[in-house]
């Protein structure tokens, strides 16, 4: 149980990552983006490979590349797509919200009309609570079918920042 909470609350976070290269801003922009003109993004943003045509869980890298002393620094969150974590909270929520409907339904029938009259908010409260449940297990099944794609994404921005040409060239520029 505890390593599915782990897991669950790892998921929806996201990792920091903070990379200190010794490329120039200018030469890592254009070595992390792959377009020679001189004019890459200012924001950084890679996807991991879609493995799985029916799953929407990929984890995304995007970050943006600061000067520093020895050269540059990547600093970004490895993750979710946000867009992807709010469609998951918004299914969730609204699932949530049926069960506790269906709770007070229940309860209130309870109350005023007796058990024999419980039943709509009983069903209710069940599939609201079957969507949490479910709303939970395919985060976690996601998350955890993903780590890999996440592992990938992380050693390729290492490998790239760290780029041994690049330290090999001397101090020449560019």
């Not at 974590?85 to 209130?108: E, Q, S």
């Amino acid at each position: 149980m505890r390593s599915w909470v782990t897991d669950l609350l790892a998921a929806w976070r996201g990792e920091h990552i903070a990379l200190s290269s010794p490329m120039p801003v200018e030469v890592a922009r254009r070595w992390l983006s792959g377009d020679s003109a001189s004019e890459a993004g200012d924001v950084i943003r890679r996807s991991a490979a879609k493995l799985n045509t029916r799953s929407t869980w990929r984890p995304v890298l995007r970050g943006q590349l600061l000067p520093s002393d020895s050269g540059s620094t990547f600093v970004g969150v490895l993750g979710w797509d946000p867009a992807l974590k709010v469609l998951t909270c918004c299914l969730f929520g609204a699932f949530a919200g049926v069960f506790l409907v269906g709770a007070t339904v229940a309860a209130a029938s309870a109350a005023y009309r007796g058990w024999h009259a419980v039943g709509l908010g009983l069903a209710l409260a069940g599939f609201g609570l079957f969507g949490v449940l479910t709303s939970l297990a395919s985060t976690l099944i996601g998350y955890r079918e993903t780590r890999g794609q996440a592992d990938y994404l992380r050693s390729w921005i290492t490998g790239q920042l760290n780029a041994p040409w690049y330290r090999a060239r001397g101090s020449s520029d560019d």
